[in-house]
């Protein structure tokens, strides 16, 4: 009787004694004391918590987004008053391109800084701070005085609030990625980054359409003297009250359990990617070459290319324009969607052949049927949608413990370089081929198809590097 009064308080002082065992890696590590938080994650459905983190991580998305696109379309305006009136006005034009292209050029350079701290960190601190640097950066160029005022400073502090731009789009993109698909169950990740996706595009269609509105409301004459400051205080705005919303956000329940098993990159996490993930590292930046292929030239590019190759106006080019980018949105949450169900890998290689018939058909028939442009534009925006593949491939390459760094500088190094020539590419064979622009796409969708396949027979829904870092 005494001995098994006695075994009783033994045990309890011996569970008080191993008690901080679980913390330690050694330990955490054996699935026979605690089974890991993501397993039961995966089995429940998306919680309240789930979409609450979704919404306000899209809503963030597409105000920055809004913030980093709506420069372009006032870079001509912009040109006028912030560089000197006596240049020519092709030398003003390029310098504003210029300009515009250094926030491209920043992206790098923001999204690897940005992603060290944010695998080292934490994902919600660096998901924060890339809003905030895009709201002070677009409230700033709202303030900024003009050529007029303060001479060649305007110019300077105008490329000073782009670079800000591209480092905060550089580490948003790639960072918001991760953090939805560390939050929501692993069975729906394809649904967050497509949702997260959407509102990226989103942002592009709300610049457009806030564009309009100013050129609708205002003179040209206006807009000069002060109506061009409008639309960038508003991204200000909107910015800051979106870095207050991100506070409600939680950090990724990934992140924490890595921390706690202190499995998180004991060496540089850059490195790590670049020694060990090669491969990866790789087919992240030929997906992303699809992606850029997809919004510069069927997005960006093909208003101009209405109004200039086919003698559209450039009210009905903007209108068809906006179409497209609304069903760009859909076909993102619907491509992410079916990942979940069918795997990117067989997502991308068919919404490759749909993204190719579709545009190519724009541009050869847009031509003699412009009855048809609506249409038609509507129908190649849906197949641009297949780029929601593309962020469920990349959160997938790389082991959680170096994912934000991989992600970033895959994605935003290959933006930089394919964003970048894109346009100059495509501008210069137009010269001795009418339909490049088609023909570049084609190019682009045999890629997606190409890269879809390998992922689809190696027999992986993903190019999911190993578990760990």
């Known amino acids: 009787m005494t001995a098994r009064k006695s075994s009783p308080t033994a045990r309890p002082k011996s569970a008080r004694r191993s008690k901080p065992k679980p913390v330690s890696a050694a330990t955490a590590s054996r699935p026979a004391v605690a089974p890991a938080p993501a397993a039961t994650r995966d089995r429940h459905p998306l919680t309240g918590n789930d ?3 979704l919404v306000l991580s899209a809503l963030g998305g597409a105000l920055e987004f809004y913030d980093f696109i709506i420069f372009v379309y006032f ?7 912030f560089f000197p009136p006596e240049i020519p006005q092709w030398l003003v034009q390029l310098q504003a391109f210029g300009i515009f292209a250094a926030g491209y050029l920043a992206r790098p350079l923001g999204g690897i800084v940005m992603a060290h701290f944010g695998d080292t960190m934490g994902r919600k601190r660096m998901f924060t701070l890339s809003i905030f640097l895009m709201a002070l950066s677009t409230l700033g160029i709202s303030f900024l005085p003009s050529y007029a005022t303060i001479g060649y400073a305007a110019p300077v502090l105008l490329l000073l609030m782009r670079v800000l731009q591209g480092a905060a789009i550089g580490g948003e993109v790639p960072g918001a990625w991760v953090f939805v698909s560390e939050h929501v169950p692993r069975r729906h990740v394809g649904l967050a980054c497509g949702i997260l996706t959407c509102g990226l595009t989103a942002g592009i269609l709300l610049g457009s359409l806030v564009a309009t509105a100013i050129n609708t409301v205002f003179t040209p004459a206006d807009i000069l003297a002060y109506a061009w400051r409008i639309p960038f205080l508003l991204g200000g705005v909107f910015g800051f009250i979106s870095v207050y919303l991100r506070r409600w956000l939680q950090e990724t329940p990934v992140f924490k359990e890595m921390k706690a098993r202190r499995e998180l ?3 540089l996490p850059l490195k790590v990617v670049l020694h060990r993930h090669g491969p990866a590292v790789v087919v992240s930046m030929l997906l992303t070459w699809v992606l850029t ?3 510069v030239v069927v997005i960006l590019m093909t208003p101009t290319l209405l109004q200039t190759r086919y003698g559209i106006s450039a009210p ?3 209108q068809a324009n906006s179409v497209a980018t ?4 859909i076909g993102c949450v619907l491509a992410g969607t079916l990942c979940d169900r069918f795997g990117g890998g067989r997502v991308l290689a068919l919404g490759g052949v749909a993204l190719g018939a579709a545009t190519y058909a724009l541009y050869t028939l847009v031509g003699p049927r412009p009855d048809l442009l609506m249409p038609l534009y509507g129908l190649a925006g849906l197949t641009v949608g297949v780029i929601g593949a593309v962020p469920y491939l990349l959160v997938r390459a790389f082991p959680p413990a170096v994912a934000f760094s991989g992600v970033s500088f895959s994605y935003n190094v290959a933006y930089a370089v394919f964003g970048g020539l894109t346009p100059l590419a495509v501008t210069l064979a137009l010269q001795v081929d009418p339909l490049a622009h088609a023909h570049y796409l084609l190019l682009i969708s045999a890629l997606g198809v190409g890269v879809g396949l390998y992922v689809a027979l190696t027999g992986r829904k ?6 760990r870092a």
């Open 462 to 467: 993903s190019v999911a590097a190993p578990a």
């Open 75 to 81: 870079v001509t305006v912009l040109g006028h008053l």
């Open 316 to 318: 009905v080019a903007l």
């Open 265 to 267: 990159a004991a060496e």
């Open 326 to 329: 609304f069903f760009l949105s």
């Open 51 to 53: 979409i609450r983190t």
């Open 293 to 295: 292929g997809g919004i």
